[in-house]
């Protein structure tokens, strides 16, 4: 199936640092999400994005809806450890069923 | 709001067996409902989009013999893995797409083992 190309794959990073991820496509997408998904456990929603340069912030985490609506990045700010697990975005395609594609993914590790 | 709720969270079954997996929308009308499977460390791959009241749209690869879907109310979709096998086994998640702010809610995922 499509996914998102999701940046980085896997980082480690010490408590209180900010942390930065991407997604980008070739494709153009009408909304944007990012999620967070602890082991054993379904994708939990931590932001969705509508508009085309709306930037939506949710407590530390700040997310934007790129210009070119082919992009989207999450920026986490003062990591703490329960941040730890796998960060996915989503993005509605525009053609066809409307249906969601995801990225491929980032762990994120914090290390205290 | 928008809760999904997925029942069993894990189940183990022999060879050759069915397994019926339940995905809720607990307070809202869901008219589309979505499965997904996950390999571990892997991203969810969509499988089926589950239209209520009409047949589920399969994604291609999907056997649609083998993962029957079922979408008969507003707040129920199921997902029948039929005669399964071991490479079934796979943890199988399912969301709803609801009103905003809501986005796409997931259920919790179901875990099967097939042995």
């Known amino acids: 199936g499509q996914q998102l190309n999701q940046s980085p794959q896997s980082m480690f990073i010490q408590e209180g640092e900010d942390v930065s991820m991407n997604c980008t496509s070739s494709?153009?997408?009408?909304?944007w999400l990012w999620y967070k998904q602890d082991p054993g456990e379904g994708p939990v929603l931590l932001i969705a994005?509508?508009?085309?340069?709306e930037l939506t912030s949710n407590g530390r985490l700040t997310a934007q809806f790129g210009i070119t609506r082919k992009d989207s990045f999450l920026n986490i700010s003062a990591s703490i450890p329960s941040d730890v697990g796998i960060y996915f975005c989503?993005?509605?395609?525009?053609?066809?069923?409307?249906?969601?594609?995801f990225g491929t993914g980032t762990r994120l590790k914090v290390l205290a | 709001g928008a809760v999904v709720s997925q029942h069993p969270s894990w189940v183990i079954c022999k060879s050759g067996t069915s397994v019926k997996i339940e995905c809720r929308s607990l307070?809202?009308?869901?008219?589309?409902m979505f499965w997904y499977r996950q390999f571990p460390k892997q991203s969810l791959m969509l499988m089926a989009t589950s239209n209520e009241g009409s047949k589920a749209t399969y994604e291609q690869g999907v056997e649609k013999d083998k993962f029957l879907i079922n979408h008969a109310s507003l707040t129920l979709s199921t997902l029948t893995v039929t005669s399964a096998h071991p490479e079934d086994s796979s943890f199988y998640i399912c969301?709803?797409?609801?009103?905003?702010?809501?986005?796409?809610?997931f259920g919790s995922g179901t875990r099967l083992t097939v042995v």
């Open positions: 494709s153009i997408f009408n909304t």
């Open positions: 989503a993005g509605q395609s525009t053609s066809g069923t409307y249906k969601y594609i």
């Open positions: 307070d809202f009308q869901a008219t589309t």
């Open positions: 969301s709803a797409s609801g009103q905003r702010p809501y986005g796409y809610t």
């Open positions: 994005l509508y508009k085309a340069g």
